[in-house]
């Protein structure tokens, strides 16, 4: 980040002009000064100084400050590359869309606002100061761009060891952190494979790797009180492996912004004792070598830049190392990025679960079956590699019967990363006591929190026992999440001795949303945890605050209207959903909910009307069409309901609702063909219920 200058703005300021989605933006010079003529807030153009330069390359963003101390990051980026290389122009980050000034992505919006999107990471020493009151922001840093104490943390300790006469100095030179892990640490191929290996293990907690990851991790910020060299989970959320960012076998998602952090930690490297600054230098982010001399730091170039391996021999030059084991997606049209999973290519999953492989990234003319056969024909028909979990995730993604055994042995694998253990308790169908006490145990806090993840929404008289010893854990990250969970006990059901440790922990719970109260996310979080400790009227003012900051935020809109339900008060929750949908017509989530409400008011033509929707705008959602086909039966509609169910079913077709309500409606038809081949798919999702394989029989009389 750097202010705005002749020697910081590199875009064409020179009255450039660009277009996009009915917007003719201008880009001029003024009094010394940088100025865009663009859409503002309300969609009509007007003029604002850009104060801020973002990013060096391959692209820089400019940002725009407000009255009320936010600063605004512009979608109409500068393409910093050669023009030869298709750089040296205006462009925007949302080409495919057309982002207006309705939309959350617009860059007056939220999700384009640096005092909470950008500002840790690009500045030193940050404190956003956000008053909830007033709505402003007064956020500070003490260097505008990336310093020394963004990542030593507090220097003052070390001037004055500075400042000490040599005979006095410590050995820690007044530093909060020692980056010391590589320290006389060397690494050798063992005899015979030529695999290296670090002369001694690595520490289970990698300073280096969470201090790193507070900027290079999708996470989001728990305190300001960050301390190098600490678990990043105690200050953050670290976001696990999930459907929207990842791929099945961890694979970052192209346009999916996931950064490193979590990549690095599935890898092998990382397992074996691998740091950023191995291949990294950690002051100019350069590599330590050129090209593949990274690797073959560590890498026996007799054994890895040969023919044999590489398979290449007749391209000039061949693929690099990072060619094969770290494709590049792109974010931000230009920014292409290498996935640090470090992973052997595997295009036989790219056959069997749709995944991408390294291999078709080049040779997109060709199916992954040949790709898969090249391979083999290479290498033998045993594919080895150390991320194994990709068919456990594939199964809990598409609801595959055996999705709860499958993620069972991952998280029970000691060669499994944390990070996957800890996503696959979160995505286990139901969780496993066993798998989670041992879990909850686990010298990782990624996978402490995973298994608090996987106890949602167990009943509160389990819960506590299982999840309260977690309200004094060492890592702020896991307290809290522990007692975000504990809300929904009562305090009458908690034993004495607990009750101040769940207030301690609740207290820092609530110091988080406060810190993000200017996030809808947040203030909905946290009247989620108010309506859970009964706290209505204290909730209400939450999911309130929540729709004044976004009034499209649909979450704050339904909780608010399940809370008007507990209350007895529907006819306010439909307000609530009304007003919503008014501003995001296409959430899927309020038209479901809506018409959830008009059935309970008993207005069926309606309700109908809005689960139609719901159904129709995302098919993803196999609880949509679910409901909306009861709908449909209970008003006597039960051939158009089942068209719905069979429809559902083409996309999910292991989803036990769906075939439960085809089966009872096919039945009632008087159709046994249809009933049966619905039951029998049931009774591969349950092969142990009797009372299915009791059906079966009955139906093949």
Known sequence: MDHATDASVHGDFNDAAFEYAGTRSRFFRKDRKFFVETDGPDGKLATFEVKYTFGVEPLKQYLIEFPDGRIQAL?????????????????????DAAVTSSDPLHWTRLNQNWNFMCAECHSTDVHKNYDAAKDRFATSFSEISVGCEACH?????????????????GPDKGLLVRFDERAGITWSAEAGTLTPKRSAPAATLRKEVETCGRCHARRGQLSEDWVPGKPLSE????????????????????????????????????AKGVTCSDCHDPHSAALKAPGDGVCAQCHAPSKYDSAAHRQHANVSPPP???????????????????????????????????????????????????????IETWFGPERH???????????????????????????????????????????????????????????????RLGALDALEGIPADQLWTLASPQLTDPVRGVRIRAAELLASVPPSRQPTADRSKFTQAAAEFVAAQKLNADRPDA???????????????????????????????????????????????????????????????????????????LVRERRASEALDELRQAAELDPSQ??????????LNSSGRRDDALAVLRTSLQAHPNDHDTLSAALALSREKGDSASALGYAERLSRLMPSNREIEDLIKQLKR
């Open 75 to 95: 979608s109409v980026a500068w393409d910093t590359r050669p023009k030869d290389q298709g750089g040296q122009r205006w462009f925007h980050l949302y080409p």
């Open 153 to 169: 943390g507090a220097g003052s300790r070390h001037i004055a060891w500075a400042h000490q006469k040599p005979a006095a100095r």
């Open 235 to 270: 200050t953050h959320r670290v976001s696990l492996l999930d459907r929207q960012h990842f791929r099945a076998d961890g694979q970052m998602r192209d346009d999916e912004e996931t950064y490193n952090y979590a990549p690095f930690k599935q890898s092998k490297m990382f």
């Open 320 to 374: 690099g190392c990072a060619s094969c084991h770290m494709p590049e997606r792109r974010y931000m049209v230009v920014d292409r990025r290498h996935d640090h999973g470090f992973r052997i290519p595997r295009p036989d999953l790219s056959v069997q679960l749709g995944t991408p492989n390294a291999c078709n990234d080049c040779h997109r003319d060709k199916p992954a079956a040949w790709a898969a056969q090249q």
């Open 385 to 447: 590699g150390f991320q194994t979990y990709a068919g456990a995730f594939h199964a809990a993604w598409t609801d595959a019967p055996d999705a709860q055994a499958l993620l069972a042995v991952v998280v029970g694998s000691s060669d499994a990363p944390g990070i996957v253990r800890a996503s696959a308790l979160a995505e286990m169908p139901a969780p496993d006591a066993d798998l989670t006490r041992r879990a909850l145990s686990d010298p990782d806090p990624l996978v």
């Open 523 to 597: 203030r909905t979080a946290l009247g989620n945890f108010l309506a859970r400790q009964a706290s209505a009227a204290e909730a209400q003012a939450e999911y309130r605050a929540a729709l004044r900051l976004d009034p499209s935020f649909s979450p704050a809109a339904i909780n608010l209207s399940d809370l008007y339900r507990q209350l007895g008060r529907d006819s306010d929750g439909e307000r609530v959903l009304r007003e919503t949908l008014s501003n995001s017509g296409q959430s899927a989530s309020l038209h479901h909910a809506l018409g959830l409400v």
């Open 622 to 631: 196999p609880r949509y069409a679910y409901v909306y086909a009861v709908g």
